[in-house]
Nanobody, 118 residues
Framework: QVQLVESGGGLVQAGGSLRLSCAAS????????MGWYRQAPGKQRELVAS???????NYADSAEGQFTISRDKDKNTVYLQMNSLKPEDTAVYYC????????????WGQGTQVTVSS
């Protein structure tokens, strides 16, 4: 099993920045990738960015150039630096982790609310 704990959400004005953190614990050696997903009210959960165990990153088109995913392997933590935030970035952000052989996260964090005011 893997446990994911997110932190760093909050309320920010448009144009501001936030950094989300996701700390993983448990059987982390079974993980192939971790990523950030978001779900806005009335919408489906969508991928924002992901990073594999080898360090390969992948971004949604909407996140490219605005968000940066990174990791600290020693701390088993993945970060999402979000810059130039817009009201449409408002959502609950979830950390997800997938095992080798999985195409979708097997584990989820509890989610952290990000609200961007105009």
């Amino acid at each position: 099993q893997v446990q994911l704990v997110e932190s760093g959400g909050g309320l920010v004005q448009a144009g501001g920045s936030l950094r989300l953190s996701c700390a993983a614990s448990g059987n982390i050696f079974s993980l192939n990738a971790m990523g950030w997903y978001r779900q806005a009210p009335g919408k489906q959960r969508e991928l924002v960015a992901s990073i594999t165990s080898g360090g390969t990153t992948n971004y949604a088109d909407s996140a490219e150039g605005q968000f940066t995913i990174s990791r600290d392997k020693d701390k088993n933590t993945v970060y999402l630096q979000m810059n130039s935030l817009k009201p449409e970035d408002t959502a609950v952000y979830y950390c997800g982790a997938r095992r080798y052989g999985s195409s979708y996260p097997n584990y989820w964090g509890q989610g952290t609310q990000v609200t961007v005011s105009s």
